[in-house]
């Protein structure tokens, strides 16, 4: 270990882990120098992904980044300037998804003041099961958590933090369960012998079903309702679904609303279902993950019009609220039941004789035990922007995605909008050159999105001096050429009888008009020859 | 915003979130000064966790604690100044999980390769769902997974990091259900008609029977088995108990062996809990997720002798192997069952036609869909530590632990050790001055863990010249104190008939003799009078 005093004279590849932990108290300036150079290797990154010169991706297959990058894990300790370069390459072969001209995920940006939030809640490194060692998150979850329910429109109620959207749903359909059948818990689902059914939209989130399973409801007791043609659940159906398992015996008891659905971003209409809840006794969930952003913008609220008549909520600040991954959160109408539903009483963790009031723990209420701290990066994120710069950074998500409306229909036959949206998501056809003026329908429809899964590789392309094999038609193809350029990414996906179409998400506050002008001549540089 | 290009010319106090994202491409300076001051904070808090004469907490009750400190979300942006200010802050009255006289949960420490990754996985931040926008992740799972499995000694399988052991224990029960029970994932468990049981003993994790109550299987569904003095599960009460359940009509299915219990730190003998599995065709699972540290020491793993025989284990890296919060992993013996049983064919999500070999995407084989990235803090550090660091690592932990033992054993009748530990769980009791002389019994065990509900505020002491209030009996009273002089944190509770005792975890290491000889003296400065 080097005698100095300054971080910049530390020289790494002489170090180890242990010289760096446990730190020593007189002397912790390798410790300081290590983790600088890797804030230092962190900031390129940052601002390389913010640079529109960059690409977005170094795309690799598989096979060809297992030979490119080392992920072997030796025997012997590795020197500190080596764990860097590590980090350095890693970054190097990773996607960057704060690139202003990454419209791939619902969750794209970096929000800074939130990575800032990410960052201290590593070196705070706590569990978020007791007060006793996370008391300042634990007060911030309940100030954060109250506002929310406060939004929705519930005046009372409890809320939690999970891992991810499904979890949330997945509580939901736990708690639900509980209230309305309280005897399962200790009895289980066998005892009740009617069997329970659930609700959603074709569209919507596959989680529903997912929790169908896990529940012990089997997939088929979770009833897909029809849509329409912009991917609204229809009430109409839902009733008539409803009855149906009436008249077999079954016991409904859940519907899943979905404010923002993953692909098309509809709104399924929260007032007309909340009253076939009422009059059928069902519970009523709103799936707002990808849509409860629009809660913070008084001109885009409406959307949700009705979502205090539910008895409770999904909404995922970590996709347009823009914090990072994750941050996920679940909010019930009543209070107490995510202990009623959970407690399994471990009094050995959760000791109820401790010296300041308990009620704050939380490690009962939840069905993971230890839990991530996922409020301090959206505190402070949301304490940096007030409500007054919320609205203003969600009303920018929808100038921008307006923008590429416009952007769209002013290309003329260049690309095909499925339909008007709702939300941030844009879905459309990019139309190469040759199908231009063929009149769209499903033949052309079909041509545009046809996935051959019997091919063999049809195009061989050379872009940046790659030879790149595409095998599939126009919209997977164009995906490629975008991965393999690295210039832009955007989603593309099937959805029942449409073949596959892009799906662009605007959810980055970074993307500026100029992005979106980008995205669309970029599209057509790439695949104007398909 | 200022004309300078050094980052310490700026003055955030100007500046508020619009000025630092979306980040400006020829002037970025203003996003590193703020990042900058954020990692100097944080600096600052990791160096003082470290710095002995530091306090763990600045203890205030929860009330208090909202008088003190400002959680308030505004209406207006706040400025970078007071959002830095806003850091430090919480940071001053967090719990310092890493000091080293921090001994009160199972993940104890900061290791700062771990804490590195985590910072750059969070500027990375993506979602594990896919290949295409985690490649280098995803990559990294698979081997250092496939590492893991290697160490229990499974040749093939799969494995996947979840939110905590908890819900790595839920996977295992469901997956059993689906290999077992393949028709319950369509038609449900009321199809099944036979009531299905699991089997885990007294001490085990609450996580088995949640996932009795999420799945739907009820929590009276899940027969906890008796162990002997040391915690142990007893086999012969685990074939007893199956006979039972197979005589009611009832079908026994999944067992439950958990290696190193959170209390007690005790290891379920396996092997021959394994061979009543065999016998009666049920699934056997070890909850290693606090044990699994173990498999690392050559000189310790023979405690989970006959792993290799189960279907599944859990094992948490954030626990012995010291990676920061959370770090979970599951892993599996048999190939392809994860798909099987989350599978809900989201083509909308998952596409197959994708211009790489998707068999690398995850999102389709887990509950959670959008997973966090757990993997990278733990590659980089084992990277770092190599096995062979790892092996010092943990055979640290034990020579503290060890040293510990014998340290209370040197200090005559100051403290009653519960048992000999095979962990590093020491469970023990602090006796005052006036029991030292009481002979060893019930009664004495109950005096020194009483609590008494029905208690007014018995003790007012002072201490650090605040005013403290203490309601019960010598362990919690002890506990209250340590809090409120900040000097020493461990965890207790009561378990079964055995009244409140301590239970010491050493599982930072950063831990030093000088530390557990702080522990054991501190203790009785705290508690002499009691």
Redesign the interface.
């Known amino acids: 270990m080097q005698n100095c005093t300054d971080i910049d004279c530390v020289d790494l590849k002489n170090l180890?882990?242990?010289d760096?932990?446990?730190?020593k108290?007189d002397s912790?300036i390798a410790?300081?120098a290590?983790?600088?150079k890797?804030?230092d290797?962190?900031?390129q990154?940052?601002?390389e992904s913010?640079?529109?010169s960059e690409p977005i991706?170094r795309?690799?297959?598989?096979?060809e980044?297992?030979h490119k990058?080392d992920?072997?894990?030796?025997?012997?300790?590795?020197n500190?300037e080596l764990?860097v370069n590590?980090?350095a390459s890693?970054?190097y072969?990773?996607?960057r998804?704060?690139h202003?001209h990454y419209f791939?995920?619902l969750?794209c940006g970096?929000?800074?003041?939130s990575?800032?939030?990410?960052?201290?809640t590593?070196?705070?490194?706590?569990?978020m099961f007791t007060?006793?060692?996370?008391?300042?998150?634990?007060?911030?979850e309940?100030?954060?958590l109250k506002?929310m329910r406060t939004i929705i429109g519930f005046n009372d109620g409890e809320s939690i933090l999970a891992?991810?959207?499904?979890?949330s749903n997945?509580y939901a359909v736990?708690v639900a369960r509980q209230k309305m059948f309280p005897e399962?818990?200790?009895?289980?689902?066998?005892?009740?012998?009617?069997?329970l059914v659930l609700f959603t939209s074709e569209h919507s989130?596959?989680?529903i079903?997912?929790a169908?399973?896990?529940?012990?409801?089997?997939?088929?007791?979770v009833i897909e309702v029809p849509a329409d043609s912009r991917g609204r659940m229809l009430p109409s159906e839902l009733e008539r679904l409803v009855k149906a398992q009436l008249d077999l015996g079954n016991r409904p008891f859940f519907v899943n609303c979905t404010c923002g659905t993953?692909?098309l971003g509809a709104f399924d209409p929260i007032n007309p279902i909340a009253d076939i809840c009422t009059k059928y006794n069902l519970w009523l969930h709103v799936d707002a993950a990808w849509g409860g952003g629009l809660l913070l913008s008084s001109s885009q609220r409406y959307k949700l019009d009705g979502i205090e008549r539910s008895q409770s909520v999904t909404w995922n600040p970590h996709k347009l609220m823009g914090s990072?991954?994750?941050c996920s959160t679940v909010h019930f109408k009543q209070d107490g039941l995510l202990l009623e539903?959970?407690q399994?009483?471990?009094?050995?963790?959760f000791?109820?004789?401790?010296?300041?009031?308990v009620s704050?723990d939380t490690g009962d209420k939840v069905?993971?035990?230890?839990?991530?701290?996922d409020i301090?990066k959206l505190?402070?994120?949301?304490?940096?922007?007030?409500?007054?710069?919320y609205e203003k950074h969600i009303d920018h998500l929808f100038e921008m995605t307006e923008y590429m409306l416009n952007g769209i229909k002013n290309r003329g036959d260049k690309y095909y909008l499925l339909f008007e949206p709702e939300c941030v998501n844009v879905c459309f056809w990019y139309v190469p050159e040759r199908l231009r003026k063929v009149p769209h329908g499903p033949e052309r429809a079909k041509e545009l999105g046809r996935?051959r899964?019997d091919s063999l590789p049809q195009t061989i392309i050379i872009i940046d001096e790659k030879i790149v094999l595409?095998?599939?038609q126009i919209t997977?193809?164009l995906?490629?050429r975008m991965?393999y350029s690295g210039t832009l990414?955007i989603s593309?996906?099937?959805?029942g009888d449409i073949p596959?179409f892009f799906r662009n998400i605007i959810s980055n506050?970074?993307v500026?008009k100029k992005d979106v002008d980008f995205l669309l001549d970029e599209l057509d540089r790439l695949g104007k020859d398909l």
Request: hydrophobic letters at 40%; one cysteine or more; charged letters at 15%.
């Open positions: 180890y882990f242990t760096i932990y446990p730190i108290e912790n410790t300081k290590f983790l600088q890797v804030i290797v962190c900031m990154f940052i601002v913010n640079d529109r991706v795309f690799n297959d598989p096979e980044l297992k990058f992920f072997e894990i030796g025997c012997e300790p590795r500190l764990i590590d980090c890693a970054l072969y990773q996607v998804t704060a202003p791939n995920q969750s970096l929000d800074i003041v990575l800032a939030g990410e960052w201290l590593a070196a705070a490194n706590t569990n007060y006793e060692i996370a008391p300042i998150f634990i007060l911030m309940h100030e954060v506002k891992p991810g959207g499904a979890i997945l736990i399962y818990k200790t009895n289980g689902l066998l005892a009740l012998k009617q069997q989130h596959y989680s079903k997912s169908g399973a896990v529940c012990g409801f089997g997939t088929d007791n993953t692909v990072l991954l994750q539903t959970n399994m009483c471990a009094d050995y963790l000791q109820q004789d401790k010296h300041y009031d704050y069905i993971q035990c230890g839990r991530h701290n301090f505190w402070l994120m949301w304490r940096s922007k007030g409500d007054k710069g996935v899964f595409f095998y599939t997977p193809i995906k490629g991965m990414m593309y996906q099937p959805l596959n506050a970074g500026q």
